[in-house]
């Protein structure tokens, strides 16, 4: 396994069900990254994780709640979405070092569709 | 607020040279980078910029002026397989990237 993986590569949900994307990244870096993308608008950063400290944008829905058991998993669980949400959901990688911004590296991301 | 402006869509010739601008205005600064994403899949590493000047990396250079908040990617030699989705990322005060829309690029033979 190479880079950073993400399952699944597509989900098709109903607004009342409850599911889970995952991803892993085998770079050995320290920080993880939810980024949503939709169609036309720059990438949104949901939620980051590093040196195990977790960061949000406040604007990010309560139906959307993270969890990274370590530094090579992240997940993202979803319960009771809105057509809204539809859109491609990115994990990224990097290597923090608090002092610099390097490089991140992408997973082949979760075609999310919400009916 | 923090903003990154890139044109929406760039059409470009087989073999010809294309310049794709970003100007950004944010709460400090941490860095450039660029990106390209096909299609369908994941975005990519192209290059990173942080002192102001031309960073040439093959077929592909990139440069940057601090003080007027403006970056190019250069593209040279294009090939078909160039057609793609290019993002304009900078690092904020915060250490964390705020991307533009990107650009697509379409490639004519």
């Known amino acids: 396994e190479t880079g950073v993986t993400q399952t699944p590569r597509h989900l098709v949900m109903g607004m009342t069900n409850k599911k889970s994307l995952k991803c892993e990244q085998h770079?050995?870096?320290?920080?993880m990254y939810w980024y949503k993308q939709s169609a036309k608008k720059p990438l949104e950063l949901m939620f980051v994780y590093n040196f195990k400290e977790q960061t949000e944008n406040n604007s990010v829905p309560s139906r959307f709640s993270p969890e990274c058991p370590n530094s090579s998993h992240l997940f993202l669980h979803l319960h009771t979405l809105q057509p809204e949400d539809s859109a491609l959901y990115l994990c990224?990688?990097?290597?923090?070092?608090?002092?610099?911004?390097?490089?991140?590296?992408f997973g082949p991301g979760t075609r999310l569709t919400v009916t | 607020g923090q903003n990154i402006d890139q044109p929406t869509e760039m059409t470009a010739t087989e073999g010809a040279i294309v310049q794709i601008n970003c100007t950004y205005q944010?709460?400090?600064?941490?860095?450039l980078f660029w990106y390209q994403q096909h299609a369908g899949e994941a975005p990519t590493f192209l290059s990173y910029n942080v002192l102001d000047g031309l960073e040439e990396k093959g077929r592909f250079s990139s440069f940057l002026s601090r003080s007027k908040g403006y970056s190019y990617l250069l593209l040279k030699e294009l090939q078909m397989k160039d057609s793609a989705s290019y993002l304009c990322a900078v690092g904020d005060s915060n250490y964390q990237l705020i991307w533009g829309a990107g650009t697509k690029l379409i490639i004519k033979p």
């Open positions: 944010t709460s400090g600064f941490n860095g």
């Open positions: 990224a990688s990097s290597q923090d070092r608090g002092t610099l911004v390097y490089e991140q590296y």
């Open positions: 770079l050995g870096h320290n920080a």
